[in-house]
């Protein structure tokens, strides 16, 4: 056998790459964002085509409850920054709950509103209440998505690069041990790390660094699957594997690269989506007073006049 037969043989199999643990990965996220999206849009669409094939008005009887349960559906979603910032409300079960409902009442509260109003926009104050509620509760689905991304689920915990890599298994020591038959795969990985994590001087750097993330992680996850495909070919050779064992280990050679792109990808831009949604607050929350003063008077006005 060659001395490089040799150095192969002794090198980490990588068919002994541990499973990959359940974890959020940021690759799937625009998957998610768009199936929710396309969901959304249906749901409104049918809700227009039940209310325009019934003919139904605000001044109907139905359409006039329809308001009712919406405004009510859309005062529940108080109760959920209420129970975060009242400390007797802090022990009523766990916050997940709460969040669900705060978010399927966000949404579906303008959507029954929408129904109750026919799709069209009647006095003044009832359009106001109106462009109010709309765009309130799209800030609520961006806000939604934004918080996803630098929170542990709706525990409310920060991620870290550091904690990202443990949880799928794709740390520093782990892409040592497991790629070692693959240095310059390494080499390309660690580069990738400095790059992100670097804090570059001006704004408008750190901005490219945001937004060039994705496409750069693309970019070495390619280089990586080549040299991976060609290291692990010499190694298959050297050693005497079958096809199958030869795919096992590249598809989890690959899936660990693929792993530690999202985790630092995701971690790196923690801190630009951290101040976007630190924006998002001071945007949103004089939106929502706006809806509450607007619904007030929507209601004053259809009730006394």
Not at 95 to 114: D, T
Not at 230 to 254: C, E, M, N, P
Request: aromatic share 8%; proline share 4%; hydrophobic share 55%.
């Amino acid at each position: 056998m060659s001395s490089q037969a040799a150095s192969l043989t002794v090198a980490p199999d990588p068919t002994a790459v541990a499973p990959r643990r359940p974890a959020v990965s940021a690759g799937r996220q625009p998957t998610r964002v768009s199936i929710l999206l396309a969901t959304i849009a249906l749901v409104i669409a049918l809700a227009w085509l039940a209310t325009t094939a019934s003919g139904l008005t605000a001044s109907s009887r139905l359409g006039y409850w329809l308001g009712v349960v919406g405004g009510c559906a859309m005062l529940v979603v108080f109760l959920y920054p209420l129970r975060k910032r009242v400390a007797a409300m802090r022990g009523w079960g766990a916050a997940k709950p709460w969040f669900v409902l705060h978010m399927v009442c966000g949404f579906l509260g303008p959507l029954i509103v929408l129904m109750h109003s026919g799709f069209h926009i009647g006095s003044i104050n009832a359009g106001v209440a109106m462009v109010s509620m709309l765009v309130v509760a799209a800030s609520g689905i961006a806000g939604r998505f934004i918080y996803v991304r630098i929170h542990h689920g709706l525990s409310g915990a920060h991620w870290t690069l550091a904690e990202l890599q443990t949880r799928i298994g794709a740390s520093d020591a782990q892409v040592h041990s497991r790629l070692a038959f693959a240095p310059g795969v390494e080499e390309r990985l660690h580069a990738f790390q400095q790059r992100l994590a670097h804090r570059e001087a001006t704004a408008i750097k750190r901005i490219c660094a945001f937004l060039t993330a994705a496409p750069r992680a693309r970019v070495v996850r390619k280089q990586c699957r080549r040299e991976l495909t060609i290291a692990l070919t010499a190694r298959a050779a050297a050693v005497g594997w079958d096809r199958a064992r030869y795919q096992r280990a590249l598809a989890r050679s690959t899936q660990l690269v693929d792993d530690y792109l999202d985790a630092v990808r995701q971690a790196a831009q923690l801190a630009a989506y951290e101040r976007i949604f630190s924006w998002w607050h001071i945007l949103h929350l004089p939106l929502v007073w706006l809806l509450v003063l607007s619904a007030i008077t929507h209601v004053i006005a259809v009730h006394v006049y």
